[in-house]
């Protein structure tokens, strides 16, 4: 079965610019969460989705970054006006209903110019 | 203090060696740990998952969990180079709505041939 796709696998931007990020998660899992791993500060959690809920926001660092998840399924993050310290790859992962384990996904390799 | 401390290696060990790979926490609400093995530019790939205090063991890969001293440990015999990687603990609190994963730093292993 597949796993949870991410795409773009890279993105290169301009300062400034807004990029959308895309998740689809594995099929039949309902929690879908949003990670950021750079160099000098590891892997950090950004935002979770669960089923209809309203989403846990508590990891987003500014408001220039926001998600949705439509239909219960694909994902997008977006990050406007970026910034050279954006610059990380934003994993994803999925994960069933009240299950503990996690699956990710490639990730997207953003680099902002 | 990070509430979850990793040594951040790189370890280099030769083939057929016992790896031992270990993270303290700091928070006793977390009580459900994992092991993600991730491949340079690739996305964390769950190994081990467990629960309880004690071993868990797969394979080559075993999990040992010390909750009294919030110590967590991977253990990895026979190790191969393929085993070379980056390995990160990954920890949940017991309930809540908070459902994201906290990560160590992530230790570098080198298995040479």
């Known amino acids: 079965g597949a796993g949870v796709s991410q795409s773009p696998s890279n993105k290169v931007t301009e300062k400034g610019k807004d990029v959308e990020l895309r998740c689809d998660p594995i099929?039949?899992?309902?929690?879908l969460y949003w990670y950021r791993q750079s160099l000098g500060q590891g892997l950090e959690f950004l935002i979770y989705f669960q089923g209809n809920s309203a989403p846990d926001k508590s990891g987003l660092p500014s408001d220039r970054f926001s998600a949705e998840r439509t239909g219960g399924s694909v994902s997008t993050l977006t990050i406007q006006r970026t910034q050279q310290e954006d610059s990380a790859v934003y994993l994803c992962?999925?994960?069933?209903?009240?299950?503990?384990?996690?699956?990710f996904g490639p990730g997207t390799r953003l680099t902002v110019l | 203090q990070k509430e979850v401390e990793q040594d951040p290696g790189p370890l280099s060990v030769p083939e057929g060696a016992i790896v031992s790979l270990n993270c303290t926490y700091s928070n006793s609400a977390f009580q459900y740990f994992m092991w993600y093995r991730q491949y340079s530019r690739k996305g964390p790939e769950l190994l081990m998952y467990t629960y309880s205090s004690g071993n868990k063991e797969d394979g080559r890969f075993t999990a040992q969990v010390d909750k009294s001293s919030k110590y967590i440990s991977l253990f990895i015999r026979d190790s191969q180079p393929s085993d070379s990687a980056t390995y990160l603990c990954?920890?949940?609190?017991?309930?809540?709505?908070?459902?994201?994963?906290?990560f160590g730093s992530g230790t570098q292993l080198t298995v040479l041939p």
């Open positions: 099929s039949g899992h309902t929690a």
């Open positions: 992962a999925s994960s069933l209903a009240g299950y503990n384990e996690q699956f």
């Open positions: 990954a920890i949940l609190p017991l309930s809540g709505s908070a459902r994201q994963l906290t």
